[in-house]
């Protein structure tokens, strides 16, 4: 066994944190969708860097139809390996604004009115409602949205994905639970459905 060298674990930690800054500054920062205030209070929705580039959030819907819709055909033997695609950031944007008050509500059931001055972590919940003007409608009949809510109202997209039946986000609590846990998450995030 090696013995524990303090020398050594603040070395590290400090390649850590010059490592994070590096990241942080390397362009994957979340960017603003949204912004407005409503009942007199600041209103802003963020997109972290996993939806708007890793999910090619900052795309139309045709060109991640396509994306999608192409690497199925690339993969029909082997359908685990398409491509996870997200929900573009406008689609999202129009759910938002349309939705806020039952967001808002559902968040407050949750978890209580936000903070206005500490961020409080894993207020998490996935939002899942039929997507009504779907014009492919092979599978992407579903909108799964995975929102934080971080200092006053304050919201980030975290994840996002089209689906066939709402149940894409859905992971190792089975077909019929009411949470997910994401792949990162220790904690289970609360589905929501709206109608």
């Known amino acids: 066994m090696v013995p524990f060298c303090f020398f050594l674990y603040l070395l590290y930690m400090k390649l850590l944190n010059t490592i994070k800054q590096i990241l942080l500054e390397s362009g994957r920062k979340p960017i603003l969708l949204f912004a407005d205030v409503i009942d007199d209070k600041r209103v802003r929705l963020f997109a972290s860097y996993h939806q708007w580039e890793e999910r090619y959030g900052q795309f139309d819907f045709d060109k991640i139809a396509d994306f999608y819709l192409e690497d199925k055909d690339r993969n029909i033997k082997k359908p685990e390996y398409v491509i996870r695609v997200g929900i573009p ?13 039952k967001i808002k509500q559902h968040f407050y059931e949750l978890y209580g009115p936000p903070s206005n001055d ?40 975290f994840t996002s994905a089209f689906s066939k039946d709402g149940k894409m986000l859905r992971k ?11 792949e990162s998450e220790i904690e289970p995030i609360p589905i929501i459905y709206l109608y």
């Open 118 to 157: 500490k961020f409080i972590p894993n207020q998490k919940i996935i939002f899942v409602k039929q997507f009504t003007d779907n014009p492919r409608e092979e599978d992407f009949d579903y909108l799964e949205i995975g929102l934080a809510r971080e200092i006053g109202e304050t919201y980030f997209i």
């Open 172 to 182: 190792f609590k089975g077909p019929d639970s009411p949470k997910i846990m994401m």
């Open 89 to 101: 950031n406008d689609i999202i944007v129009d759910f938002f604004d349309d939705n806020y008050e």
